[in-house]
């Protein structure tokens, strides 16, 4: 089994920095996707930002300039750095790890972490 635990969201005011991470444990012989989805109340989830093994990234138009996403391949652990945060930047972040492989697996698999929330206000 793998689980997904994500840490650091809070509450900042705008134009503050917060940094997420989320870390992959289990039985994992790689990874091809890791990244960051957030859902505002009311709202889809929506893409924030997505790096693969190899360091491509991608990005919302919305925190291009703002976020960068990070990984840490031999711990299995990715990053969001955000700084100047927005009120639109509130909701509750996910992380996603995607292709996924592992022992006895035929397949690549894709996890969830639980969510950790932020909140930009004043």
């Known amino acids: 089994q793998v689980q997904l635990v994500e840490s650091g969201g809070g509450l900042v005011q705008p134009g503050g920095s917060l940094r997420l991470s989320c870390s992959a444990s289990?039985?994992?012989?790689?990874?091809?996707?890791m990244g960051w989805y957030r859902q505002a109340p009311g709202k889809e989830r929506e893409l924030v930002a997505v790096?693969?093994?190899?360091?491509?990234?991608n990005y919302a138009d919305s925190v291009k300039g703002r976020f960068t996403v990070s990984r840490d391949n031999p711990k299995n652990t990715v990053y969001l750095q955000m700084n100047s945060l927005k009120p639109e930047d509130t909701a509750v972040y996910y992380c996603?790890?995607?292709?996924?492989?592992?022992?006895?697996?035929?397949?690549?698999?894709?996890?969830w972490g639980q969510g950790t929330e932020v909140t930009v206000s004043s």
């Open positions: 790096i693969t093994n190899g360091g491509t990234t």
């Open positions: 996603n790890a995607d292709g996924i492989r592992s022992t006895g697996w035929i397949r690549p698999r894709a996890y």
């Open positions: 289990g039985t994992i012989l790689s990874i091809n996707a």
